[in-house]
Structures are given as C-alpha cells and as structure tokens.
C-alpha cells in the first residue's frame, strides 16, 4: 500500500484534470478552473510523498508527466478555448492547439534533460502555465470581464505562456541552488504582484492573488534571465 500512495496521488492530478475537462464541456469554467488549480495540488504531493516513504520509481515518474500533460496541458487549453478563444476563428483554435503542444514538448525536454539542467527550470513549467489559464479565467469570470472584447489580447497571451513554456528562460526552482536571483527581479515582481492584488482586491481578492501569483512567476523569469544576459555582457 505504501508503494501505491505517491501513484494514487498522481492518478489524482489526472482525475482532477478530466473533472475540468467536463465541466468546461458543460460550460462551467469555475469548476473546470478550479479543477485544475486541485490538479496542481495532487500533483505537488506525488513526489514529496513518493521520497518521505523512500518509494520513489521510474514508472511514477513517466505516470506524472502523463497526467501533467492532460491536466495542464490539455484541459487548460480545452478551457481557454471554451471560455474566449472559440470567438477569434481559426487564430484562437491555433492558440488553444498550440499551447497544448508546447505542453507536451515542454515535458519532453524536461524529462531528457533532469541530469543536466540542476538549480532551475529551463522554460516555465506546464504546471504554471496551466494554472495560469485557470486563475485568469476564475478572475475575468468573478470580475465579469470579457477578454474577447481586448481585440486579439487573450490568444496572443495564450501563445506567449505556451511559447515560455518551450522558451530557455530560466525559472527558479525553489531548492537555492539555482541561478543567482537579482533585487531588480525581486522588486519588479513585488510591483506586480501587488498592482494586481491591488487593482482585483474589492471584486475578487482570492482570484487575484491566485492571478498574481503565477502571471508575476512567469514574467519575472523572463525578467531576471534579461538582467543575467545583460550582467555576462557587461
């Protein structure tokens, strides 16, 4: 049974996942959000229980990166599509398409290359990305806004975050070994993070910060990979 748990965990990233991808079929982006916004729940507890019980194997790794594409590649796209891209034609089945394989290529290159990218995450990982998608939409629901009216604003940002996810943007990975994090990033994401918190905070304080907290992780690696280039340069 011990054996099973960090499987059972796993498997339960991939339930959750299918849980949003039929509840945006039936046109109920809260739950297909929050669905997944669960899924990354599930899918931070695998491998931390997988190494506490010291049952960690090569099978409940590929299992984690299949159920990550489902819940993080697939139904997010599924969602943004329901939700706003279905009205831009064939640009917003391109992004809703796109974002999905840049998924999958993102796991690829992750699970060929954990022996030689240590201290960070090479592209934004799937599951923010992801998760992204989902905190946004929570927020343009609670807020009653309609991306569609932003002109081409929403596809284009889907493309970005899918386009990030396959970038060589650097992403700190949490563990303090990565590389080295600048003030400037730290500051610029403070602003961020809290313009966003500020502008949502009387509408929808929760959605907001979810918000926040994975759009400023996704621009503030693109911010401190600039400022590293630029300090080698120098």
């Given at each position: 049974m011990r054996k099973m748990l960090p499987n059972i965990c796993t498997a339960a990233n991939l339930f959750f996942g299918m849980c949003s991808i039929l509840s945006t079929y039936e046109g109920n982006f809260f739950y297909g959000s929050v669905f997944i916004l669960l899924a990354l729940i599930a899918d931070g507890m695998d491998g931390r229980v997988a190494r506490a019980l010291g049952v960690a194997s090569e099978f409940g790794k590929e299992m984690d990166s299949l159920c990550d594409l489902g819940s993080f590649g697939i139904a997010p796209a599924f969602l943004a599509y329901a939700f706003c891209l279905h009205n831009f034609g064939q640009l917003g089945q391109a992004?809703?398409?796109?974002?999905?394989?840049?998924?999958?290529?993102?796991?690829?290159?992750?699970?060929?290359?954990?022996?030689?990218?240590?201290?960070?995450?090479?592209?934004?990982?799937?599951?923010?990305?992801?998760?992204?998608?989902?905190?946004?939409?929570?927020?343009?629901?609670?807020?009653?806004?309609?991306?569609?009216?932003?002109?081409?604003?929403?596809?284009?940002?889907?493309?970005?975050?899918?386009?990030?996810?396959?970038?060589?943007?650097?992403?700190?990975?949490?563990?303090?070994?990565g590389e080295k994090i600048f003030l400037a990033s730290k500051i610029f994401a403070a602003a961020m993070f809290a313009a966003i918190v500020f502008v949502t905070f009387w509408t929808a304080p929760v959605e907001g910060v979810l918000t926040a907290i994975f759009s400023t992780y996704a621009v503030f690696g693109i911010v401190n990979s600039l400022l590293t280039l630029m300090n080698r340069e120098v």
């Open positions: 992004a809703a398409i796109i974002f999905a394989l840049c998924g999958m290529w993102r796991l690829a290159r992750f699970n060929v290359s954990t022996g030689v990218v240590h201290g960070f995450f090479m592209g934004l990982a799937i599951p923010a990305g992801g998760c992204i998608v989902a905190s946004s939409t929570l927020l343009f629901t609670e807020m009653r806004i309609q991306p569609e009216n932003f002109s081409t604003v929403y596809p284009i940002t889907i493309i970005v975050i899918a386009y990030l996810m396959v970038s060589h943007v650097h992403y700190p990975d949490f563990k303090g070994d």
